[in-house]
């Protein structure tokens, strides 16, 4: 069965710089979430998308932004990268008209790592 | 806003029962989940309650008292390769976030 697909695996990127992640979300799913997590701790809801529209934002920096495009993958923006963006990012799909609680599937995470 | 508790680490050895317990605090209540997470790896949906009582999915179980704000996942037989992070998690309101607990590691030994 398909899978979420993030690109890149590994990104390593200096301070101040910019950097793109990319989410491909499992075909007709139609929420995309993304996800920092820090070494030893849990996934933070950074924001998602429904329909191609932000549905939801969390502890999103500003220097960070995110849209979903018309064939419903995804991409996440990060400029003036600090070292605290050091982590592991995820995307995750899902089917709302499975309810609150559909499962969220994630892909196998962007590692950042900034210098 | 929502909160939810584990306990930081579980250590148990191969063949046991392991319980991970979960209690949370919610403005609104619409089920508890539970994910599986290696290290390095991506987290992974393992069951999910809405109502309470046991739902069963192989070894693992997971339970739900919506009275007691509380709910447990089981895992037996254990095996090495159990040996994850175990995070339960909720809906956000509005639906489209899952807010997830701050996990529980579980050490699986021979």
């Known amino acids: 069965a398909a899978g979420v697909i993030q690109s890149p695996r590994h990104l390593i990127k200096e301070k101040r710089e910019t950097a793109t992640l990319k989410c491909y979300p499992i075909?007709?799913?139609?929420?995309v979430y993304w996800y920092q997590q820090g070494p030893g701790q849990d996934p933070q809801f950074l924001i998602s998308?429904?329909?191609?529209?932000?549905?939801d934002k969390g502890s999103i920096p500003d220097r960070f932004s995110a849209q979903q495009f018309s064939d419903y993958h995804s991409e996440l923006n990060m400029s003036s990268l600090e070292l605290g963006d050091s982590a592991l990012y995820f995307c995750?799909?899902?089917?709302?008209?499975?309810?609150?609680?559909?499962?969220?599937?994630f892909g196998n995470g962007t590692r950042l790592t900034v210098t | 806003g929502q909160s939810l508790e584990q306990p930081s680490e579980v250590t148990a050895v191969e063949g046991a029962i392991v319980q991970i317990n979960c209690t949370y605090q919610?403005?609104?209540?619409?089920?508890l989940s539970w994910y599986q997470q290696h290290d390095g790896g991506a987290p992974t949906f393992l069951s999910y309650?809405?109502?309470?009582g046991l739902e069963e999915t192989g070894r693992f179980s997971s339970f739900l008292s919506r009275s007691d704000s509380y709910g447990y996942l089981l895992l037996q037989e254990l095996q090495m390769k159990d040996s994850a992070s175990y995070f339960c998690?909720?809906?956000?309101?509005?639906?489209?976030?899952?807010?997830f607990g701050a996990g529980t590691r579980l050490f699986v030994k021979a």
């Open positions: 995750a799909s899902s089917l709302r008209a499975g309810g609150r609680n559909s499962p969220l599937h």
């Open positions: 075909p007709r799913h139609d929420t």
């Open positions: 998308f429904y329909e191609k529209m932000q549905s």
């Open positions: 919610t403005s609104g209540f619409y089920g």
């Open positions: 309650n809405a109502l309470d």
């Open positions: 998690a909720v809906p956000g309101a509005g639906g489209f976030k899952t807010i």
